[in-house]
T-cell receptor, first 113, second 115 residues
Framework: GDSVTQMEGPVTLSEEAFLTINCTYT??????LFWYVQYPGEGLQLLLK?????DKGSNKGFEATYRKETTSFHLEKGSVQVSDSAVYFC????????????FGKGTKLTVNP | KAGVTQTPRYLIKTRGQQVTLSCSPI?????VSWYQQTPGQGLQFLFE???????NKGNFPGRFSGRQFSNSRSEMNVSTLELGDSALYLC??????????????FGPGTRLLVL
């Protein structure tokens, strides 16, 4: 079945450091890929998405590129802030007719001032 | 436009009881999906409703059920609660103008504690 593997962390960085969170996937068909973020005590917020190969999703300084050849969708940010501290989830949605999002286990990011 | 709303936000129940959770999707969204989030199992898909019909179901026992109303609002029910049902239950809605594969937007969740 479909699956998502992401680095589990936790990841601790200093403010203004570069962030990479790795995400790879296994899927039949041609999925859409997403990054969601969860702040303490809250639900999931969509951070960015990409629906086809070589698409780059971007939002709030975060970027991820859909790499079909390496089945990856790594999340990057050039300069993190304390307010970026949260749990980040990589997910796929197979476009074969199911609305089932498949999530990675999440990566907890802590940014220190 | 208001986001996805879920009620109640917190619930405490005892083993053997049943519980009903409610979800109101974003206005105009026709699909509602439910997920369970636990520290051990992460985020797992429960089921998805579209036009009052369950289209997809995850790998959960029959104690977990749901329904969708004509206004797209959805409820999920868990009967005969077990300790392991303690979790954050998240609802998500999507527009589904193309039938499948569109972005899901999540509500804040209902945190259920079973004692």
């Amino acid at each position: 079945g479909d699956s998502v593997t992401q680095m589990e962390g936790p990841v601790t960085l200093s403010e203004e450091a570069f962030l990479t969170i790795n995400c790879t996937y296994t899927a039949t068909g041609y999925p859409s890929l997403f990054w969601y973020v969860q702040y303490p005590g809250e639900g999931l917020q969509l951070l960015l998405k990409a629906t086809k190969a070589d698409d780059k999703g971007s939002n709030k300084g975060f970027e991820a590129t859909y790499r079909k050849e390496t089945t990856s969708f790594h999340l990057e940010k050039g300069s993190v802030q304390v307010s970026d501290s949260a749990v980040y989830f990589c997910a796929l949605l197979n476009q074969g007719g199911s609305e089932k999002l498949v999530f990675g286990k999440g990566t907890k990011l802590t940014v220190n001032p | 436009k208001a986001g996805v709303t879920q009620t109640p936000r917190y619930l405490i129940k005892t083993r053997g009881q049943q519980v009903t959770l409610s979800c109101s999707p974003i206005s105009g969204h026709r699909s509602v999906s439910w997920y369970q989030q636990t520290p051990g199992q992460g985020l797992q898909f429960l089921f998805e409703y579209f036009s009052e019909t369950q289209r997809n179901k995850g790998n959960f026992p029959g104690r977990f059920s749901g329904r969708q109303f004509s206004n797209s609002r959805s409820e999920m029910n868990v009967s005969t609660l077990e300790l392991g049902d303690s979790a954050l239950y998240l609802c998500a809605s999507s527009l589904l103008t193309q039938g499948a594969g569109e972005t899901q937007y999540f509500g804040p969740g209902t945190r259920l504690l079973v004692l």
